[in-house]
């Protein structure tokens, strides 16, 4: 079941695209709006996953769960940069796992999101900037992966996960991931460290 119609896959894939990027070099100065944009993005999918009679119904429905998820996340902003340093922890489990046969256990999961957590709360900034550079930049790809037709981001969510399991298994668009992700982390590393010293000059 199709997320929305396929006209949209260019639209959205744009969207995609722009979001990416912003938040992969922007990402510590947006991180409020990040999370608003991940919560809208969060809602819509949980929600599409619904059957509806009518495209117009599974917009309005899209929009609707959309908003509620933005909400929500902006509701926890605080505990944001927690949740985001848990993310993070998970996410390092599954890259170095796609490179095995097996699935990690749960408790190496578990265990690296505790840790993610902690370590968040440590250095906060640095967190923010590695977990928005990283994602950003999958967000990103995927973006172009649909703009070049190879993934239809408008399928159901379960297909559209697809696109970010082949950023770890395929060498090539690995690599382009992780050159980017580096690429983000440099950039707001330097962004951030500017606007330190123009702080303390003034």
Not at 115 to 131: D, K
């Amino acid at each position: 079941m199709a997320m929305f119609p396929d006209t949209f896959q260019m639209p959205v894939a744009i969207i995609l695209l722009g979001g990416g990027f912003l938040a992969c070099f922007l990402g510590y100065r947006l991180f409020r709006f990040i999370l608003l944009g991940y919560g809208l993005v969060a809602g819509a999918v949980l929600v599409s996953q619904m059957s509806f009679p009518e495209t117009w119904m599974a917009i309005t429905a899209a929009i609707i769960g959309g908003l509620i998820g933005a909400a929500l996340f902006l509701a926890v902003y605080f505990v944001g940069v927690a949740v985001a340093g848990a993310g993070l922890g998970v996410l390092a489990v599954h890259l170095v796992w796609t490179q095995r046969s097996d699935d990690p256990h749960l408790l190496v999961i578990i265990l690296m999101a505790i840790v993610g957590v902690f370590t968040a709360l440590v250095f906060q900034r640095y967190v923010i900037i590695l977990v928005t550079s990283f994602t950003g930049a999958s967000l990103s790809l995927v973006a172009v992966m649909a703009l070049l037709g190879h993934v239809n981001i408008t399928e159901a969510p379960v297909e559209t996960l697809e696109a970010f399991k082949r950023i770890s298994e395929e060498r090539a668009v690995f690599f382009a991931w992780l050159v980017l992700s580096l690429l983000g982390v440099f950039v707001q590393l330097r962004k951030t460290s500017a606007g330190k010293h123009k702080k303390q000059k003034k």
